[in-house]
């Protein structure tokens, strides 16, 4: 049992110095998580649902609606209301903010690439399988054996 715990805790860890130190370069570049996970969706995709987009950002649906305020105050996103259905908005990322977006995602992409020196590209995916084995195990069994 010691030893499950010990592990929890590095996973914990882990993860959050990750999350911390992705942030903080982010952060540097003028984006929020957030801000940089909904712009890299909406730059994959035509159009979002403002209920979607809370999901890809892992944002609550009271957060959502700041930061894509935020965002549309900063030329990246604008909203639409559904022509059919009035309840729907569709988030779309403009000219400015696709452009803005591809900047920063070059510069990420030599922060990230320094960040992870320390693994060969052989462990990189060998690491990449056990992490994905693990997740859907988790999401099989719920956790449990």
Sequence with gaps: MDIDIKLMVELNETSYAILENI?????????????????????????ESVQKIGSVALITSG???????????????????????????????????????????????????????????QEKREFIERLAWFKNKLKDSGGHK
């Excluded at 570049?29 to 994959?44: A, P, R």
């Excluded at 059919?84 to 030599?110: A, P, Y």
């Design 23 to 47: 942030t903080k370069n982010l952060a540097e570049l003028g984006l929020t998580l957030s801000e940089f996970l909904i712009l890299k969706h909406l730059d994959q995709n035509k159009k």
């Design 63 to 121: 957060t959502i609606t700041f930061v894509l305020k935020k965002m549309e105050t900063r030329g990246y996103v604008s909203k639409v209301q559904d022509q059919k259905d009035k309840r729907i908005f569709w988030v779309k990322i403009t000219n400015s903010g696709r452009k803005r977006f591809r900047q920063i995602f070059k510069t990420h992409l030599i922060y990230l690439d320094g960040f992870l020196l320390c693994f060969t590209k």
